[in-house]
């Protein structure tokens, strides 16, 4: 089998857009790979009619509560892989109660819910929005586990949006500082794709390692370059504000006041990542993983976005 040794993998979260996208390219990419969905109840219909007619799925039906805990290690018995794509709330409850009961299950590699920026590089700027995932990884690294981290930057489906300060319906777009900052993007479509290979050659490529850091981008663009590509794609000119860092890290400021952890202002926290240079995954002496992976031929995220201008 193609697979490297890991011959049956589990998915939690796989009825989401991403697990969507990871079940299509599984069927194409590792059709001999036993999944497993872990759905919880009342999503468990959709996860099986995602899947009806494939066989190398199963659905089953999982608790992630403390009560649940013993049905989660037996499900997860006999498996070799965890993908976890768990996001908002329940990465710090649901995705936490699986990384240990796929511990005590003695699964070999998991995979936790990252797709995002480096939590690592800059994130003494981020007060709430990465705290959750800094803390998934240091669950990680004392469970006897493989674990893999898939970076891969900002989607180009959920970039042009009001939590990043656009709004194409009226044609104007807030810019964080002088708009210069660059941002790693990809689109999800390459992100299941690069997942489903990097799946199938786990053993191979992380040899004697218990860690790996993967970066996954097909574009780094600026806001300034995004402004010039609506503009062409639709032939108008976006209306730009640009606000300044002061501005930025005051109402940053505010909501920690009011809330105690930034919580309501994780857009706020994003566009200071950018501004300071920590939104860029191949930057700071790190390389993209693509090239590790040829035979993934990525979409253009300029046709994307481009598309995405001209829809409005």
Known sequence: MATHGIKRLAIAGATGTLGQLIIQEL???????HTTLLAREGSEVQARLLTAGMQQFSVRTVDYELDGERDLIATLAGHDAVLSLIGGAGQDTAQVALIHAAARARVRYFLPSEFCLDTRIGMNLIVSSYEVKRKIRDDLMVTGMRSIFIMCGFFTDTFLSADFGWDLDSHTVLVPGDGEGLCSFIDKEDVAKYTVEVIKRAEAFMGEEWVKDLRFATATLSYNDLIQMGNEATGRELAVTYVSQEDVEHTLMRDIQRTGSGANSKAVQMQLAIMNGCAQL?????ALSNRLFP????????LSLRAIFARQ
Do not use: N
Request: no cysteine.
């Open 27 to 33: 069927s194409q990419r590792a059709p001999g790979l």
């Open 295 to 302: 035979e993934v031929v990525p979409a253009s995220v300029s």
């Open 282 to 286: 191949d930057t700071a002496g790190f």
